[in-house]
């Protein structure tokens, strides 16, 4: 197989974007710093994980290798769709929301598409929508719709977030029952686009299987200059496993990682409404008792 430093340190390492995600970081904690307001150490640790996780997925060797492999690809998306919005929305400190928030067109947007059912079909709508094959292939093969696309499922996916994880005053928070309907009603509406992905029996997306689209895909990453000094013939070049059992394997991972992710979060969920029933229970002895 060959190796992926063939296409070069710009390709593997994608240089502009980790000074960008160094340049957000250097702007987060001077503004943290720099204000009255209390930001703790939790909320700034799990704001540089957020920002490692994105690097990971859009500027490390795992970007170019989604290009190479479906795994890879799916593998990304569900690391850059279900843990870097959550660990986002709850590191940045409630006023820097706020203070985003007094632009009314910024609340009134941000307003309705966080209802939480809007928020749920939004977000596993366009999802969805992004791999449907025909769509996947244009997509996958034009820069600016490649952009368009994933920055809109990104937010897209904080908005999903956001009724769950939130902190900021004035916007409501799903609890108790609802929180845990939210959870399962999110997994139920990802399943057809995995179990489509999953239960194929042939190779869905052109840009996996057709050379040419292929290379019009791998040129979103690579430099055309490196690409035209090189001589590849497809994906397979850099992976022994075959096209269908790549794509099922994406599919799989994508449901897995979102069960876990899922899964984790129901914990909290019952975690959190034990404290708070505890709670209300030792109130309600220290009130009979006084």
């Known amino acids: 197989m060959m190796p992926l430093s063939i296409f070069g340190f710009e390709a593997m390492w994608s240089p502009y974007f980790f000074i960008f995600l160094v340049a957000v970081t250097i702007v987060y904690f001077w503004l943290v710093n720099r204000s009255k307001e209390q930001t703790t150490t939790k909320q700034k640790t799990l704001f540089v994980t957020a920002i490692v996780l994105l690097y990971i997925c859009k500027g490390s060797p795992v970007d170019l290798l989604g290009h190479l492999m479906f795994s890879a690809h799916m593998t990304q998306m569900a ?10 929305i709850k590191g940045i400190p409630s006023w820097m929301f706020e203070a ?32 449907v094959p025909l769509i996947f292939d244009v997509v996958k093969t034009n820069m600016w719709l490649h952009a368009l696309m994933t920055t809109a499922i990104f937010i897209a996916a904080m908005m999903m977030w956001w009724p769950l994880v939130n902190d900021v005053h004035g916007f409501p928070r799903l609890s108790g029952v609802k929180k845990v309907g939210y959870i399962f009603a999110d997994g139920v509406l990802l399943t057809p686009a995995c179990a489509l ?47 269908l059992h790549d794509q099922q394997l994406g599919g799989v991972l994508m449901k897995v990682i979102q069960e876990i992710v899922y899964g984790v979060m129901l914990f909290y969920v019952f975690i959190e409404w034990y404290r708070k029933e505890r709670d209300e229970e030792n109130m309600a002895i220290q009130s009979t008792k006084s």
């Open 100 to 131: 985003l928030f007094r632009m009314r067109i910024v609340r009134s947007m941000f307003t309705f598409f966080t209802k939480p059912l809007i928020a749920l079909f939004l977000f596993n709508g366009i999802f969805s929508l992004y791999h």
């Open 197 to 243: 992905i999953i239960f194929a029996d042939t190779p869905l997306y052109a840009t996996y299987y057709d050379p040419a689209a292929w290379m019009n895909a791998l040129a979103l990453c690579v430099p055309q200059s490196t690409l035209a000094s090189l001589e590849l013939s497809g994906p397979e070049m850099f992976s022994s496993m075959s096209l």
């Open 79 to 88: 690391v850059l769709y279900l843990m870097v919005p959550p660990l986002l």
